[in-house]
T-cell receptor, first 113, second 112 residues
Framework: AQSVSQHNHHVILSEAASLELGCNYS??????LFWYVQYPGQHLQLLLK????DPLVKGIKGFEAEFIKSKFSFNLRKPSVQWSDTAEYFC???????????WGLGTSLAVNP | NAGVTQTPKFRILKIGQSMTLQCTQD?????MYWYRQDPGMGLKLIYY???????DKGEVPNGYNVSRSTTEDFPLRLELAAPSQTSVYFC???????????FGSGTRLTVV
């Protein structure tokens, strides 16, 4: 079955530290890949997405993600986090002709000022 | 352009009561989804729809029902509320799966 795995469930960083959140998926065909962010008490918002072309994707608020097809990965990165990045981050994959996204369980990021 | 609108934002139900969570989108999206979110459990898909008149079950449909009579509206019905249905419910929509989903602001439901 298709699945999405986010390796880090909870991450705690200090401001200005670099961030990398892992996301791996299991599907051998064409995929569309997404990272969503959910700030405390809010709904999910699209952070960035990949569907074709340059595997390095830049999103809002200085986030970027790299699609590595050979590793079935789509890791999220940010060079220097801020306290306002404290949130939950979800990786999602649209695989083939599916009519819905497959979601990871999310990673909770806490950034200490 | 309001996006995806969910009502109510908060609701407390007694066990056995019923209610309808409303979801409306004004973006002419064909695909609509209902999720529940519980702490540490990620998003669980309840029901989805690929267009007016077409609905299908997700991972956790028991205890819920949906209808899709128009493109804009996708209400979620709880017939006999149970404490296990205490959760935050999110509605989402998309025009195409390369675009990603637009989420509503959620409904926090407590069943006591």
């Amino acid at each position: 079955a298709q699945s999405v795995s986010q390796h880090n469930h909870h991450v705690i960083l200090s401001e200005a530290a670099s961030l990398e959140l892992g996301c791996n998926y299991s599907y051998g065909g064409t995929v569309n890949l997404f990272w969503y962010v959910q700030y405390p008490g809010q709904h999910l918002q699209l952070l960035l997405k990949y569907f074709s072309g340059d595997p390095l994707v830049k999103g809002i608020k200085g986030f970027e993600a790299e699609f590595i097809k050979s590793k079935f990965s789509f890791n999220l990165r940010k060079p220097s986090v801020q306290w306002s990045d404290t949130a939950e981050y979800f990786c999602a994959v649209h695989a083939g002709n599916n009519r819905k996204l497959i979601w990871g369980l999310g990673t909770s990021l806490a950034v200490n000022p | 352009n309001a996006g995806v609108t969910q009502t109510p934002k908060f609701r407390i139900l007694k066990i056995g009561q019923s209610m309808t969570l409303q979801c409306t989108q004004d973006m002419n999206h064909n695909y609509m989804y209902w999720y529940r979110q519980d702490p540490g459990m990620g998003l669980k898909l309840i029901y989805y729809s690929v267009g007016a008149g077409i609905t299908d079950k997700g991972e956790v449909p028991n205890g819920y029902n949906v209808s899709r009579s128009t493109t804009e509206d996708f209400p979620l019905r709880l017939e006999l509320a149970a404490p296990s249905q205490t959760s935050v419910y999110f509605c989402a929509s998309t025009k195409s799966h390369v675009e990603g989903y637009t989420f509503g602001s959620g409904t926090r439901l407590t069943v006591v």
